[in-house]
């Protein structure tokens, strides 16, 4: 019995040495070409009321309420969810803007308060191109050590990932089906 308790000591100990060795800071990012000018796309994306037509998580859970304060769109513009279910509760709030005619940032101050704390950011960053937009969507921020350790166990890459690809594909639709 002392052995088994020592082996899992051990196995315990090492698993906790290997996530103290992942990064302290983490980034996923995808990105799609959309057929339609930089403007179009930004508007899907500076306006939070906007959100409920692409964003993957919207729809999670149907008891979700929501609260938009501060500015209408853009620079100021808040987005407040509190969920019991599997969307937990959060605050997004718009922090920058530029644009310009080789490149617009939307950038994003994103804060979870469950079912954990955690504060990232995340950047629509939209490059002009022949076909009409390119636009990369990243969140990032730091990787405390419980998060290395989940880290570990859960690809975070790939979970969140495939909710950025379906985001990126109904924003898509949507910048292209917008009257220009």
Known sequence: MLTILLILAVLVVALLAWASTRPDTFRIERSIRIAAPMLQVAEQIDDFHE???????????????????????????????????????????????????ERGLISIRLEFLKPWKATNTAEFLMT?????????W???????????????????????????????????????????
Request: neutral net charge; glycine residues 12%; hydrophobic residues 40%.
């Open 138 to 180: 990243a969140m990032f921020g730091p990787s405390p050590f419980m998060s290395k350790v989940m880290g570990v166990f859960i690809n975070l890459d790939k979970m969140v990932g495939k909710d950025f690809e379906a985001g990126l594909a109904a924003l898509k639709r949507n910048a292209e089906q917008a009257p220009r």
């Open 51 to 101: 959100w409920a037509r692409w964003s993957p998580w919207e729809h999670i859970d149907p008891t979700m309420t929501r609260k938009f304060s501060g500015a209408d769109a853009g620079v100021g513009a808040v987005y407040e969810w509190d969920s019991q279910g599997k969307a937990g509760a959060g605050r997004m709030e718009i922090t920058e803007m530029r644009a310009g005619a």
């Open 128 to 136: 002009p191109s022949e076909a009409g937009t390119d636009l990369n």
